[in-house]
């Protein structure tokens, strides 16, 4: 009888034993799991805030590339070095990096269509004619021969974007297709009309008459949202502020370059932009400093693009900063813009958006 109970005994000693033992591997897999998890959270904290700062030296590094430029230059092309992406690796290439990668690329914000030019500013009243045009063409060279396009009116579109960005909400819609607040009211869900400057291009989705295939795209072609812009804005009489919607035909991309052209000659678009390009030697053959050269363009010289639509010159610029780091990724978009300071007479940038994902 003793033994069996010195048995049990020893019996529940070991099952204890086991239990226990149990409990503590449990306890020490779980510990060994939280530790790795926060090294592991610790190095990605880490690497975020690297990448953050590496990031941000590669939207420096091209500021001070635009301003070199500025110095150098009062015209703005895609000859120059801030749009070449190798003379853009070489300036990164000093950066002191011990590991990871930086890519960086400058666009001109200003070879764009300027959505906000089309009302007069500051009254914010009329249309801008110039742009009002200018629109027409954009847009219809755009529908056509896009099938998913088919149905967008570009009448419709236009006189609503004026509706949108001018100031008399209480007046009358623009011609018979226009659209004011009590519009946008009775929609689901509804909106107001903003009445004034678009403040980001993806408010234009919003305006009547677009569309998502129009404004975003479809397939592999773009949307409209890739050659407008919402900045542009410069200084009028006193405090007010106006945007003369001037084009950089410099860098205008082909869509925009076919929109500056009078109706009938915007096949001619092509050769503006291959014009550009030419170099003889690895070197760039045509001086595009005079916002008339496009004259000299084969089969151009008796082409008129309105004056109040082109210049050579911006001070507005995109920049996109990519790191990469130990697998991961970080981009930085920053939106600036050249100004002189009043006070040193030098030029520097001012940051007009920035945003990092």
């Known amino acids: 009888m003793a033994g069996k109970i010195i048995a049990n005994e020893r019996g529940i000693a070991l099952l204890v034993t086991l239990a226990v033992t149990a409990i503590l591997i449990v306890a020490s897999l779980e510990m060994n799991r939280r530790m790795r998890t926060a090294v592991f959270s610790a190095a990605a904290a880490r690497d975020r805030i690297t990448l953050l700062q590496m990031a941000s030296a590669g939207i420096h590094a091209a500021q001070a590339i635009l301003v070199q430029d500025k110095n150098n230059s009062d015209s703005d092309s895609l000859q120059e070095d801030w749009a070449d992406p190798d003379k853009i690796s070489v300036v990164l290439q000093d950066m002191p990096l011990k590991e990871g990668t930086v890519k960086v690329a400058i666009s001109d914000e200003l070879g764009k269509i300027q959505a906000n030019s089309l009302v007069k500013f500051p009254q914010g009243r009329d249309f801008n004619e110039p742009q009002r045009l200018l629109w027409d063409r954009f847009l219809r060279s755009f529908v056509a021969g896009n099938e998913d396009l088919e149905e967008t009116e570009p009448e419709t579109i236009i006189n609503s974007l004026k509706d949108w960005l001018d100031s008399g909400d209480d007046e009358a819609i623009t011609g018979l297709s226009g659209a004011e607040s009590d519009y946008y009211r009775d929609l689901d869900p509804p909106y107001a009309c903003r009445n004034g400057p678009l403040p980001h291009i993806s ?155």
Request: charged share 25%; with cysteine; hydrophobic share 40%.
């Open 203 to 357: 408010e234009l989705a919003l305006v009547n008459g677009m569309t998502p295939e129009l404004f975003e795209g479809s397939g592999q072609i773009p949307g409209i949202s890739s050659y407008t812009t919402v900045y542009g804005m410069t200084a009028a009489a006193g405090s007010a502020f106006t945007y003369e919607g001037k084009i950089n035909i410099n860098t205008a991309d082909l869509p925009v370059l076919a929109a500056l052209l009078p109706f009938g000659e915007e096949g001619l678009a092509e050769a503006i932009y291959e014009y550009r390009q030419e170099v003889s030697d690895e070197v760039y053959i045509h001086d595009l400093a005079k916002p008339n050269w496009y004259k000299d363009v084969p089969g151009l010289s008796d082409v008129k693009i309105d004056p109040d639509l082109i210049t050579t010159s911006s001070d507005i610029f995109r920049i996109e900063s990519v790191a990469k780091l130990n697998k991961m990724k970080m981009t930085i978009t920053a939106v600036i813009k050249r100004e002189k300071s009043a006070q040193t007479g030098k030029w520097g940038c001012k940051v007009l958006h920035w945003q990092a994902e």
